[in-house]
């Protein structure tokens, strides 16, 4: 089992990645039971070796097909209107379109990755053909639905994501606090959620759209993880 930020960071690996042919990619023939989708449209595809390489692969159906894919949630009553971080987002009539991986949910946006996939980021463009990254606004018509994976909250080695807040010590707050001034966000590095540690979690909140509640839960994770992505590319 997994937590949503496991998946999200096998996903986020796969930026990039481009088909060597027609719709011919390395995920089909690595998937138990979808070779035969070798040189199909192969969103779905991209999705089921996501969750099977995050030790997940209970959580979503392993299919090349969207409307199978969108169907299983429904069918399980995991199936809803609103972007969640971890959730599957199916496009088109019945979901039958295109598939993607919600990473970050903003007010009136969210963000994905996905494969196949085609759009803009930061200025580059998928053909349709890659693994790539990026916004949709929460209203667009093309948006069917999102399936809710059951994410395990302790993770797939067992470990927990744990909230973090104020009045919080040990290792986790030293991690969070490492991840803050790499971000720009000056501070000690001493393991204690205190109100230095508070604030500067609300402006880092803050400056990327995020409800500024000063708890670091899966949405903040997920944008920080992609904030020092950006980072590293730059540099």
């Not at 023939?29 to 595809?45: F, K, M, R």
């Not at 199936?79 to 987002?89: D, F, K, Y």
């Not at 085609?118 to 948006?143: C, F, L, T």
């Not at 708890?215 to 992505?229: C, D, M, Q």
Request: with cysteine; net charge positive; proline share 5%.
């Amino acid at each position: 089992m997994a937590t949503e930020q496991d998946v999200i960071n096998v996903a986020l690996r796969e930026e990039g990645y481009k088909e060597t042919g027609n719709n011919h990619q390395k995920y089909a023939p690595q998937v138990p039971g979808l070779a035969w989708a070798q040189d199909d449209p192969w969103c779905s595809t991209f999705i089921s070796w996501v969750f099977m390489k995050a030790d997940a692969r209970d959580l979503v159906p392993l299919t090349a097909s969207c409307v199978r894919g969108a169907n299983w949630f429904k069918a399980r009553k995991q199936w809803g209107s609103t972007p969640r971080v971890g959730a599957v987002v199916y496009y088109g009539p019945s979901g039958g379109t295109h598939v993607e991986l919600v990473v970050a949910v903003e007010k009136g946006r969210f963000k994905t990755v996905g494969g196949n996939t085609s759009g803009y980021m930061d200025g580059k463009y998928a053909e349709g053909d890659a693994v790539a990254v990026k916004w949709v606004d929460e209203d667009s018509p093309r948006i069917h639905g999102f399936g809710y994976p059951k994410y395990d909250q302790k993770g797939s080695a067992g470990r927990a994501s744990p909230l973090l807040k104020k009045g919080n010590k040990g290792a986790a707050v030293k991690a969070w606090q490492t991840v803050l001034n790499e971000a720009g966000f000056r501070l000690p590095v001493d393991g204690e959620f205190d109100s230095v540690t508070h604030t500067k979690t609300r402006a880092f909140q803050r400056k990327h759209g995020l409800k500024d509640d000063g708890i670091v839960g899966p949405a903040t994770r997920a944008k920080a993880n992609e904030v020092l992505s950006e980072l590293k590319e730059k540099d």
